[in-house]
């Protein structure tokens, strides 16, 4: 279990800095997006959180069948992705 924690907390890090460039980004008056699925912990870390309230920020959940991903014999998936973004045009 300390092996799971540890390799979680060097997840963090990165999360933290992927957060930071984001924050950046927005701050130059850049577009942004980033995704991750909807399911992962990502979202439940504060950075994650924070990046939702980001000036001009949009939510936006899509199921990767619903845009043509497919299991190893053709059906469709269902799985879900989160997508934090600052321009309608990509949402």
Known sequence: MEELEAMREL????????CQQIKKQAERG???IF???QRC????????AELSELPGAQVVV?????????????FP???????I???????
């Not at 997840?11 to 992927?18: A, S």
């Not at 899509?62 to 053709?74: I, L, T």
């Open 85 to 91: 973004l600052n321009n309608s045009n990509m949402a």
């Open 35 to 37: 995704e991750s699925s």
């Open 30 to 32: 850049n577009y942004l």
């Open 62 to 74: 899509a199921d990767a069948g619903a845009f043509g991903a497919v299991d190893p014999d053709g």
């Open 11 to 18: 997840q963090r890090l990165l999360l933290r800095w992927t």
């Open 77 to 83: 998936i269902i799985k879900t992705h989160k997508f």
């Open 41 to 48: 912990r990502i979202w439940d870390e504060a950075c994650g």
